[in-house]
């Protein structure tokens, strides 16, 4: 049956009220006026029993569709069970309408009356929605008939929003995210089932304990002092990002919480309404992607602090390679007018010598040598300049040979000053033999000039190895000795410990020594006491690395 | 002496120059000596020489030359087979042992430090003769 209008059956205004409903139906179904009568009458009949006898009784009033006998339909419900169909009024009803037929069911009973339409109405489905309308639109018959809609309308209402009130409680009870709503106070009212299956603590309990028991220490006095934030303004959101403990594992866990008034109070304790959704995932996420940020800024200006170093040395190394060029271009072409001044004041005093007096002569000399001074002070920086990384090269070399060369260039000195120089067995090392060799040669030299008037010179040369690689070229003397604090001093350029006038010299000596070591990737060290005589160790990789 | 001796030195010093023609007439020789300033004029010289069958016994090269410089020269000479076999002496400055090493293995006869006094040039005026007068 298709339903038009329904009416409750309670007293004898609903009685007259089903009765004009079952005629306006028959009519608008285009019943004749007797049987639009007829059909009102059986309703009635009915209605009345109902409203007398009856329990929650109501009228539905439809049109049965089912082919081939269509037919205006009434319904009438009752929670009785026992409802008597022997009863004089429905004995009357059945004798009026076409079809007359008794359901029940252990809750109601249900009584439904048929009366056929006469003819074939045209689009009845259509029709029948406009008689819905109709009934539910049309002026009020009385008004009873409006109080009575209205409150119809009411009921319907409640039951639906109480229907749907469950429904969304089924829903939030089912949802894995807290929501609940708070009184003016800030108290719990409601909470889904989530918040006592997550925090393990029922809303009583969070209410008494302030939420202690769930918020991470760390975080626990903002969420508060902003819940006391809205309690107080009575306005406002609170929106924290904050932790929440996880009764099943005990672990802090990252959630969204979000509190804020609701529009419209639909119940009198409810004055907030708030969740508390995980963001944890997101948070690691965003962890993640700042770490990620921060490491690749750290990236990036590591890089940019490495190219400025590179961009560093290589304007180091090309001004060191600018002043190693201008030191040997200025060296080279400074010779050149010494060794001049030296032969034309020597062919002077040979030639010429008669032509000045003793003065004259003397002075002469000391030109000379200045003259030779410069030469050697020109030579000698010629050698340090010449020193450089891009004009050493590395091969197996024989220090016994290299040794043996820079004594052979020391002969006449030696032999000169007596000295006794012994060299024991060395050994063979990578290195840029005539480098390695001036070594030796200026250390030789240096321990011939700085030994002692009276005693002969005994300089000793031998090695020591260990096992770090190293060999450690010892140049042992009975010299004159020098005070080590000294030391850093003479490797340094033009650093000398003595006056010109006492030993003759440009300091350069060791300095070249130095340059020449570090390049080889080694060290030179002394040992000394003044008087003492003393030990220049000089310390060479057995091999050189040939990345460096 | 021989007129035929014939030495072609090469050096852009024209004080050098004219000390050694003093030390070789102070051992009673002249005109034995052709000077040119740079490598590629002693280079054209001989190509001259070569034309009129009177190529130089003896070449002493300065190494600091414009143009061309004396290692330059020294090469160029010892792959032509025209001049390679005539003797070549580098008289210079420099005290470099990496260049007199370079020299002496592109075929130099001898490299002869610039002496510092008179008695000196005349020793090496003395050597350059004796040199040419064996050959």
């Given amino acids: 049956m298709k339903e038009i209008a329904k009416v409750s059956l309670q007293n004898e205004m609903d009685l007259i009220l089903s009765h004009r409903r079952s005629m306006k139906l028959a009519e608008l179904a285009g019943l004749s006026l007797s049987a639009q009568t007829t059909f009102a009458t059986a309703v009635s009949e009915v209605a009345r029993d109902v409203i007398d006898n009856g329990i929650n009784g109501y009228l539905v009033l439809g049109i049965y569709t089912a082919t081939p006998q269509k037919s205006v339909a009434a319904y009438i419900y009752d929670s009785r069970t026992n409802l008597s169909l022997q009863a004089p009024a429905l004995q009357n009803a059945r004798k009026l309408v076409n079809r007359f037929q008794y359901t029940g069911t252990p809750e109601a009973s249900c009584i439904e009356m048929y009366y056929h339409l006469p003819t074939v109405v045209r689009q009845l489905d259509q029709k029948i929605t406009e008689w819905q309308e109709q009934f539910n639109y049309d002026a009020p018959i009385s008004p009873y008939d409006e109080i009575k809609r209205k409150n119809e309308q009411l009921q319907e209402l409640a039951d639906r929003l109480k229907a749907s009130e469950n429904q969304y409680r089924v829903l939030t009870n089912a949802l894995p995210l807290i929501i609940f709503t708070l009184n003016r106070k800030g108290s719990i009212v409601y909470a889904n089932n989530w918040m006592h299956t997550y925090t393990g603590f029922t809303p009583d309990q969070i209410n008494t304990a302030n939420w202690k028991q769930v918020l991470h220490p760390e975080d626990y006095s903002s969420f508060y002092s902003l819940l006391g934030d809205i309690v107080t303004t009575q306005a406002g959101n609170l929106k924290l990002q904050c932790r929440i403990r996880e009764a099943h594992s005990g672990s802090y866990i990252w959630h969204q919480v979000f509190v804020a008034p609701l529009q419209e109070v639909h119940r009198p304790d409810d004055y907030f309404i708030g969740y508390i959704v995980d963001i944890h995932a997101q948070k690691e996420f965003e962890q993640a992607s700042r770490d990620n940020t921060e490491l690749k800024a750290t990236q990036q200006r590591l890089k940019e602090n490495e190219l400025e170093l590179t961009q560093k040395i290589h304007q180091l190394n090309r001004s060191n390679n600018d002043l190693e060029q201008f030191a040997y271009i200025a060296s080279h072409d400074l010779q050149e007018p010494v060794r001049k001044m030296i032969f034309y004041s020597d062919y002077f005093s040979k030639q010429y010598a008669h032509l000045t007096d003793n003065k004259g002569s003397i002075y002469l000399e000391n030109m000379l040598q200045a003259s030779h001074r410069m030469r050697n002070l020109i030579n000698d920086l010629l050698s340090y300049s010449k020193i450089r990384k891009e004009v050493t090269s590395f091969e197996q070399v024989s220090l016994q040979k290299a040794a043996g060369i820079a004594l052979q260039d020391l002969e006449l000195t030696i032999k000169e000053k007596q000295a006794k120089v012994t060299v024991d067995v060395l050994p063979v090392i990578e290195g840029d033999f005539s480098q390695l060799t001036q070594v030796f040669q200026n250390i030789v030299s240096n321990a011939l000039k700085y030994s002692k008037e009276q005693e002969p010179l005994q300089l000793h040369i031998y090695p020591e190895t260990d096992n770090t690689g190293m060999v450690h070229l010892h140049f042992k003397d009975n010299g004159i000795g020098f005070d080590t604090r000294y030391l850093p001093k003479m490797f340094t350029l033009f650093q000398r410990l003595h006056g010109k006038d006492e030993y003759e010299g440009t300091g350069f000596g060791l300095a070249i020594c130095k340059k020449i070591v570090d390049l080889h990737n080694g060290v030179i060290d002394a040992v000394s006491e003044p008087g003492k005589g003393a030990d220049f160790i000089v310390s060479l990789p057995e091999t050189q690395n040939k990345k460096q | ?135």
């Fill in chain 2, 1 to 135: 002496m021989s007129s035929a001796i014939k030495i072609l030195l090469a050096d852009d010093d024209k004080e050098d120059q004219l000390i050694l023609s003093d030390a070789f007439e102070q051992i009673g020789i002249t005109n034995v000596v052709h000077f040119v300033d740079n490598g590629e004029n002693a280079l054209r010289h001989l190509e001259q020489c070569y034309v009129e069958n009177a190529l130089p016994q003896l070449i002493i090269l300065d190494l600091n030359m414009p143009r061309m410089n004396g290692t330059q020269t020294l090469r160029l000479a010892k792959k032509d087979e025209r001049f390679k076999h005539i003797p070549i002496i580098i008289y210079s400055t420099s005290l470099n042992n990496i260049e007199k090493d370079e020299c002496i293995r592109l075929g130099a006869h001898s490299y002869i430090i610039k002496p510092l006094t008179f008695s000196e040039y005349v020793k090496s005026a003395q050597y350059f003769y004796n040199l040419c007068s064996t050959n």
